[in-house]
C-alpha cells in the first residue's frame, strides 16, 4: 500500500518506434487502462519523420501522460530500449514497467490483469502472458504457450525465451535485478534481460492470450534471424544454470540454424494450434 501511494502512475507503457505511425497508433488504440494511472514512454529510433505529439492526439485520451525520447540516429532496439530504461531510472513516479511494440495488439483485459497478479503476488518481479501470434495479410496465426510457474519457466528459458517481448511487464524494483538491455546478444537482447531477471529474481506467466503480435515478414527478427539464434546461444550459454539443459538447448538451436523458418513456423501451427481472430 505504501509503495502505490508513493507512486504517481501503477505503470509506464515503454514502447520503441521507428517509421511506423500506422503500426503505432493500431497498438494505441488496443490500450485500455485509467488514463491517469499510466504514463506513455516512446523511444523514437532516429525516424526519418520525427515522431510528434500532434501525431498522436487521434488515438490517445487527453489526459495520458506522454514522454518521447528522441535519439538523434537509428542504433537499434537494445539502445533504443536502454535510453528508456535509463530515463526510467531517473524517475520514481511508477510502480511498474510494461512493454508493447508497433503494430501488436493488447487484450482489454491486460494491463488491469498485470497489475492485479503482482500487487497480489509482491514476491514476483516479472510478469508475462501467452500471446497469439498473426499475419494480418492472411488472417494465419498461432498461439504461443509456455509454462506459468517459477521453476518451470526456468527449466524452460534453457530452450526458448518464455516472455515474448510486447507481453511482459516488470516492477521498478526489478533494475536492481537487470538494470539495462546487454548489448553483446544482436536481436536477443530481451533473452539476455529477462533472464538476468530471473536468475536474481521470481517470475511468473498469466495463463491467457493477452497480446496478439503481428508476425511480418520484412520484420527485423525474420531477416536477422541466424544471428538471433547465435545470440540465443550465447545467451543461454551465459545465464543457463544446470548443464545438461544448456547443451540439451543448443542442440536445438542448432537444428533451428539448419532449418527453413518456413518449416519451423509449420511445425509451431501443429504444435501450439492455429486460431483465427478478429481484430478491429
Keep these: 500500500m505504501e509503495e502505490r501511494k508513493q507512486s504517481r502512475f501503477d505503470f509506464y507503457l515503454l514502447i ?3 517509421n511506423n505511425l500506422p503500426g503505432l497508433i493500431r497498438s494505441m488504440s488496443s490500450v485500455q487502462y485509467d488514463s491517469g494511472k499510466y504514463a506513455l514512454l516512446i523511444v523514437d529510433d532516429g525516424s526519418k519523420e520525427v ?5 498522436l492526439t487521434a488515438c490517445l485520451p487527453a489526459s495520458l501522460a506522454v514522454k518521447i525520447i528522441r535519439l538523434p540516429e537509428n542504433q537499434g ?3 533504443a530500449m536502454n535510453a528508456g530504461l535509463e530515463w526510467l531510472q531517473e524517475n520514481n513516479d511508477f510502480r511498474f514497467v510494461a512493454r508493447q ?3 501488436d495488439i493488447c487484450a482489454e483485459s491486460r494491463f488491469r490483469q498485470q497489475v492485479c497478479f503482482l500487487d497480489q503476488h509482491p514476491d514476483i518481479d516479472l510478469v508475462g502472458s501467452w500471446c497469439v501470434f498473426k499475419d494480418f495479410s492472411t488472417g494465419s496465426s498461432y498461439r504461443y504457450i509456455t509454462p506459468t510457474e517459477h521453476e518451470k519457466i526456468k527449466r524452460g528459458m534453457h530452450f526458448r525465451n518464455i516472455f515474448i517481448h510486447p507481453t511482459v511487464m516488470w516492477r521498478a524494483t526489478a533494475a536492481q535485478l537487470a538494470e539495462r538491455y546487454p548489448e553483446d546478444f544482436p536481436h536477443a537482447e530481451d533473452y539476455g534481460f529477462f533472464y538476468e531477471i530471473l536468475n536474481n529474481g521470481k517470475a511468473a506467466v498469466i495463463p491467457e492470450d493477452l497480446v496478439t503480435c503481428e508476425i511480418n515478414p520484412k520484420g527485423i527478427s525474420l531477416y536477422f534471424r541466424k544471428e538471433q539464434l547465435k545470440s540465443r546461444g550465447r545467451v543461454v550459454k551465459r545465464y543457463g544454470k544446470n548443464k545438461v539443459l544448456s547443451l540439451m538447448g543448443m542442440i536445438k538451436l542448432w537444428f533451428l540454424m539448419v532449418i527453413p523458418y518456413g518449416m519451423v513456423l509449420q511445425i509451431k501451427k501443429l504444435t501450439y494450434g492455429i486460431k483465427r481472430i478478429s481484430v478491429n
Excluded: E, Q, S
Design 16 to 18: 520503441p518506434y521507428y
Design 51 to 55: 515522431l510528434n505529439y500532434t501525431d
Design 77 to 79: 532496439i537494445t539502445k
Design 101 to 103: 511494440d508497433c503494430g
